[in-house]
């Protein structure tokens, strides 16, 4: 039996705080656990067992905003990080299912949508292609403006984020980033291109209950890319009420997703702010 702290964004419903959790669960080589029932699985909130109410397994729509560094740090070399990263955003594109949106946002001096979220998938691949080396990277500003753009959407809600993980001239810090992640509602996945991983990445990939990755040898990226489509197709989405009524205040409750069978991992948030 194993256990990870995990939630998502309080959700308000008709008056009810339904609490919905996305979790991840893999097998010791790091495949997805597709088989699982409601009987496999408890909540508990801040330590106390929770009733699950919904249980869902398989796959959900998906709105997905992929941000794309293309600060001059990502363009030099003979095949820059930058042909490297739109090679894997194609390919992330590629592997998602018609109904899925996808945005593409363009981190540089300044942070550009350039092509809205929607099912039309060509109208981003063909945004991708257009991109070059352009800016600085103010890419804690540049995340929390793509957290914006995207949390808006209906449904299961992601950023992909490709970079060299080099910040600069952003107006927030790190630790405002992450708390800005904890207050939203959508699973971040960060990608670290080059030498070093920033630790900051790792910490918003736990506060949302997506996965950070560090790719120092460009061939692997692409079918890291194909692999967080995997993932994100083969969720499971758990909701309750939590049994103690919330406060008149925002407050933050800690969360653990337990899954009643060895040798799996679990990932989701860990936690959540109610209103």
Not at 148 to 165: F, N, T
Request: a neutral charge.
């Amino acid at each position: 039996m194993l256990a990870l702290a995990g939630s998502t964004y309080a959700q308000f419903t008709s008056g009810v705080n339904l609490v919905e959790v996305y979790a991840t669960v893999t097998d010791q080589r790091g495949a997805p656990v597709r088989d699982l029932t409601a009987a496999d699985v408890r909540i508990r909130e801040d330590g106390s067992p929770q009733t699950i109410s919904a249980f869902t397994a398989g796959e959900f729509p998906l709105a997905v905003a992929i941000g794309l560094d293309r600060s001059f740090s990502m363009g030099t070399g003979r095949t820059s990080r930058l042909d490297t990263a739109k090679s894997a955003a194609r390919a992330f594109i590629e592997a998602l299912k018609p109904v899925d949106q996808v945005m593409v946002i363009a981190i540089g001096s300044e942070t550009t949508v350039v092509a809205p979220l929607s099912t039309k998938h060509e109208a981003a691949l063909a945004a991708i292609d257009r991109l070059d080396a352009w800016g600085t990277t103010p890419l804690y500003d540049a995340m929390a403006g793509a957290l914006d753009a995207i949390q808006s959407a209906k449904g299961r809600r992601a950023l992909v984020v490709l970079s060299d993980g080099s910040d600069r001239y952003s107006d927030i810090s790190a630790a405002v980033l992450v708390d800005q992640v904890r207050r939203r509602d959508v699973l971040v996945y960060p990608v670290a291109i080059g030498s070093e991983r920033p630790a900051v990445f790792a910490e918003l990939a736990t506060a949302s209950g997506g996965r950070s990755f560090f790719q120092s040898d460009p061939r692997e990226l692409l079918a890291t890319l194909t692999s967080i489509a995997t993932e994100l197709r083969s969720q499971y989405l758990l909701g309750y009420t939590p049994a103690r009524p919330a406060g008149a205040e925002p407050s933050w409750h800690s969360i653990e997703v337990v899954v009643n069978r060895p040798g799996v991992r679990v990932r989701a948030r860990d936690g959540y702010y109610s209103k």
